[in-house]
């Protein structure tokens, strides 16, 4: 992908975001089920080779039960037709994920640890985020070592059982899409689905 196009991209995307709470008793009967969502991990790489990931050695309901409250962050991009309109390489679509949907995860992200060091209410959380923790290089788990920043470390919502496209669809009447790696085709929107339990 040229240096122009990468310029582009940054122009190529609108966001939408949308938020809701819920009791986490309410939130954990309808839509968590971990036996689901670990056999979803089972596929993917870093299953049993991240600190975040399944399978664990705790009880991940542990997480649900000690916090009171579930508040959800939908955030979609909508791509327009420079992105949509295009058949892209592994490489390129790799490169357009990378300059918007995980930067706009990272912002979000930054954006959340920022608000719960500033509340004192908050300083007791839990921050679920999208796919595996990736905050240092390489996790020390495939060499197996202990966790560098355990109480760092970020589990995805859907790591710890909560099952995202009932939730996008349940609470706030979206479809997930998804990118045809096959044709090259990226959707007109992506959503990114994260949550802070406190």
Not at 103 to 114: G, H, I, T
Not at 149 to 155: I, V
Request: hydrophobic share 30%.
């Amino acid at each position: 992908m040229y240096n122009n196009q990468m310029l582009r991209l940054e122009k190529s995307y609108t966001l939408e975001k949308y938020e809701k709470t819920l009791t986490t008793k309410e939130y954990y009967t309808k839509f968590v089920n971990f036996d689901e969502t670990s056999e979803s991990c089972k596929i993917c790489d870093m299953y049993g080779k991240n600190w975040s990931c399944p399978p664990f050695e705790n009880d991940v309901t542990d997480s649900w039960n000690k916090y009171d409250h579930l508040h959800l962050i939908l955030l979609q991009l909508h791509y327009d037709s420079f992105i949509t309109d295009n058949i892209h390489s592994k490489e390129d679509i790799d490169t357009i994920l990378h300059l918007t949907l995980f930067n706009e995860k990272r912002k979000l992200l930054q954006s959340l640890d920022k608000k719960i060091r500033e509340d004192e209410n908050l300083n007791d959380t839990m921050i679920l985020s999208t796919g595996y923790c990736n905050i240092c290089p390489s996790c020390t788990k495939k060499d197996g070592m202990e966790c560098r920043y355990p109480k760092n470390k970020l589990y995805s919502i859907e790591s710890i059982g909560a099952l995202v496209t009932k939730t996008t669809e349940e609470l706030f009447n979206t479809e997930i899409k998804w990118i045809d790696m096959d044709k090259g085709i990226i959707p007109e929107y992506l959503t990114l689905l994260m949550g802070v339990l406190y």
